[in-house]
Structure formats: structure tokens, C-alpha cells
């Protein structure tokens, strides 16, 4: 084998590899999908990705669509600017998220810091909720009057 068909044979299995670990990457990105599904109505869902996008210090809000339930937003505090958008979307008696966060590289921490954020916002809205007062009348037993 001379020098020449070493250097193909080199470039040809670097293409592949090169060619396989991004369609990996592809399986990947569509295999979260199914984690972005709430078991909640998209209404409290809305609620929870405005109160994270209302954080100045985390994400300017370009637009938000109210009846569409989606907002676009940058993320501030990086070296460089990145733009995301979210949308919400009723399915199977929950919601599904649709977040798309415009970042170059494969670190997405813009997207975990969004998710994680979300995550507190809902935990904050469920604690609002009020709680149902119990009837303080003591219970009849069988046999009493």
C-alpha cells in the first residue's frame, strides 16, 4: 500500500466516523423529546415559562404570543448572544415544550439552565396553590347519634 492510498484510506474512515457520531447526535436530540411532555395543562405551563422568562438577569423576551403560547427570548450573560424560543403545545392530557435554544457548540447548559429554572417556577406555582380546607366537624361513627 503506498503512501497516497494510506492517506484516502485515512480521510475516508474519518469522514465515516465523523458521519456516524452526527447521526448519533441526531438519535439523541429526538430521544428527549418525550421528557418535554408535563402532565398539566398548558395554561400552568404558560404561566411557569413567563415567570422564567421575567428574569432580566437570565433572558431578554423578544415576543411573546399569548394564544399561540410562544415566546422568543435571548439569553443574557454569555460572552455571545443566543437566541431561544419556546412553545407550548396541547398533547395526550398534558402539554409538550418545544424548546429551541440557537447555541453554537454541543455544550448546552443555556438549555439546562432554562429547564432547570422552569422546573423551580413550577415548583413555586404548586406551592401557591391554596390548600383545600378540611371539614373540622368530627366524622359519625355507625351506630351513634
Known sequence: MTWT?????????????IASLGSCSVLLANARSKRDVYPMP??????AVKNTLNTPDNYGVLAVN??????????????VKYTGRVTLIEQD?????????LQVGADNSDERGF????????????QAKPVPLRDERPALVVGQQ
Not at 492510498?5 to 466516523?17: F, G, S, V, W
Not at 398548558?42 to 404561566?47: A, F, G, N, P, R
Open 5 to 17: 492510498h494510506k492517506r484516502l484510506l485515512a480521510r475516508y474512515t474519518r469522514t465515516a466516523l
Open 42 to 47: 398548558c395554561d400552568v405551563l404558560w404561566t
Open 66 to 79: 399569548d394564544l399561540a403560547l410562544h415566546a422568543s427570548f435571548n439569553v443574557i450573560g454569555n460572552l
Open 93 to 101: 392530557g398534558g402539554c409538550r415544550m418545544n424548546l429551541q435554544m
Open 115 to 126: 429547564r432547570k429554572r422552569l422546573k423551580r417556577s413550577l415548583a413555586k406555582i404548586e
